[in-house]
Antibody, heavy 118, light 108 residues
């Protein structure tokens, strides 16, 4: 059984930073590409970033490029998302997901919420 | 860039067939993937590579693609199928995932 558990969300102020983590278990993390997907309140799914199995390749949505960094630690079976220069429109539930067949996402975590203080 | 267009909502009576479309402006040979999301829950993959079902997904869920349109078909719809459904592709040119805007399926 694949388990993905996100953590690190919370309330932040505009311009600040936050680091999200996703702990993986139940599968061989080191051979799986991984992704972050977010969902703003009441809105649809938006892909944020993806990383290859070995961390040598990463890709970002235009909306976060230059501000967010995806990384992974295969020895700890953990995926990260470093978010800098946060903006109110980054408010969302952030899901980590495993890359599956044909570029699909075959397993998802339950998500962690990032919101902003006024 | 790739754009996937879904109808905002689809309604269907129990026991009938629901079809959710996904229009793509650049469909090629890549597969289309589908996810079901119920309120307050994470998305669940219901189809991958256009028409393949993951383990545990009922045969009532099927998929197709023709030209610039893909579709998710749910036969013998049940109340428990009420959810938001999203299509998705992998844009191999820019190495991005792209989601459709989502369709809310209402079971009358």
């Amino acid at each position: 059984q694949v388990y993905l558990v996100e953590s690190g969300g919370g309330v932040v102020q505009p311009g600040r930073s936050l680091r999200l983590s996703c702990a993986a278990s139940g599968f061989t993390f080191a051979i799986s590409a991984m992704h972050w997907v977010r969902q703003a309140p009441g809105k649809g799914l938006e892909w944020v970033a993806g990383i290859s199995h070995d961390g040598t390749e990463d890709n970002y949505a235009d909306s976060v490029k230059g501000r967010f960094t995806i990384s992974r630690d295969n020895s700890r079976k953990t995926l990260f998302l470093e978010m800098n220069s946060l903006r109110p429109d980054d408010t969302a539930v952030y899901f980590c997901a495993r890359d599956g067949a044909g570029g699909s996402l075959d397993s998802w975590g339950q998500g962690t919420l990032v919101t902003f203080s006024s | 860039s790739y754009v996937l267009t879904q109808p905002p909502s689809v309604s269907v009576a129990p026991g009938k067939t629901a079809t959710i479309s996904c229009g793509g402006n650049m469909f090629g040979s890549e597969g289309v993937h589908w996810y079901q999301q119920k309120p307050g829950q994470a998305p669940v993959q219901v189809l991958y590579s256009t028409s393949d079902r993951p383990s545990g997904i009922p045969e009532r869920f099927s998929g197709s693609k023709s030209g610039n349109m893909a579709a998710l078909t749910i036969s013998s719809v049940e109340a428990g199928d009420e959810a938001d459904y999203y299509c998705q592709i992998w844009d191999s040119l820019v190495h991005h995932l792209v989601f459709g805007g989502g369709t809310k399926l209402t079971v009358l």
